[in-house]
């Protein structure tokens, strides 16, 4: 009788057990991590910029000054997906279609305006549907970067809470988190002695670990995301 072949391969096991274990010596892990503290304060900026400029360019709409400033807008949102690309690239690894409106600009030798000079520039720009999808790009930035500063706070003040107990199960009543002198307290876990706050922090590596890996997916699925809105205008 032949002996049935497992269905994951040990040297599969031991792979997949490498690259878990060892996100924290991967410096991939650290520009995912960059990729997401930076997504909440570019996303306000975005959020901020278009929101402003939609609104002040809507009210001066019946005077010159407003269809500029609605398309500086759209511009600007043009240029907020050039960013990302760039980051989506340069951080997490993932190819992102820069908006064809700004591949268009040749900054070799000063601005030159694609076509027909710049009222065919504009035409472009309001005509060209990867300029919509950059609009949508920068909403969608904006809620992903709340997102990504909520998990990052989480992984990392959990994780920091746990590792420390070593540190701190025996600090004064002033130092202790929530206990009197000599405990610490992680919600409703008392840990007042050495051998406890060592298990705690052995609980924290385990989530140190689980939280990075949770973190990388969490950064290549939102710079993934980003290259497919992003594709999706130049489909268009």
């Known amino acids: 009788m032949s002996t049935a072949e497992p269905i994951v391969s040990a040297a599969t096991l031991r792979v997949v057990g490498r690259r878990f274990l060892g996100v924290p010596l991967r410096s991939q892990t650290y520009r995912n991590l ?45 240029v907020a997906a050039g ?12 190819d992102a279609a820069v908006p064809t409106v700004l591949r268009e600009f040749d900054v070799r030798e000063g601005v030159t ?21 950059s609009v949508v790009l920068v909403v969608y930035k904006f809620v992903v970067g709340l997102v990504s500063f909520v998990a990052v706070v989480t992984v990392g003040s959990v994780t920091l809470a746990l590792l420390a107990a070593p ?50 997916r969490l950064a290549r699925f939102q710079a993934r995301s980003v290259a497919t809105i992003l594709r999706t205008g130049e489909r268009g």
Not at 50 to 62: D, I, K, M, P, S
Not at 113 to 133: I, K, M, N, Q
Not at 190 to 206: D, F, Q, T, Y
């Open 167 to 216: 540190l701190v199960y025996d600090a004064s009543g002033a130092l202790a988190t929530g206990g009197a002198a000599g405990r610490y307290r992680i919600g409703s876990w008392v840990v007042s002695s050495l051998p406890e706050a060592v298990a705690v922090a052995g609980v924290g590596v385990i989530a140190l670990i689980a939280g990075l890996n949770l973190l990388n």
């Open 113 to 133: 305006f694609p076509g027909d000079g710049f009222a065919d520039a504009l035409r472009r720009l309001v005509t060209a549907p990867s300029t919509w999808t």
């Open 83 to 94: 960013i990302e690309a760039r980051l989506a690239s340069g951080l997490v690894g993932v």
């Open 34 to 78: 960059s990729y997401l503290l930076l997504a909440l304060p570019l996303g306000i900026v975005y959020a901020v910029g278009l929101v402003t400029g939609t609104a002040v360019g809507t009210g001066l709409l019946l005077t010159w000054v407003g269809l500029p400033v609605l398309l500086a807008t759209l511009a600007g949102a043009a």
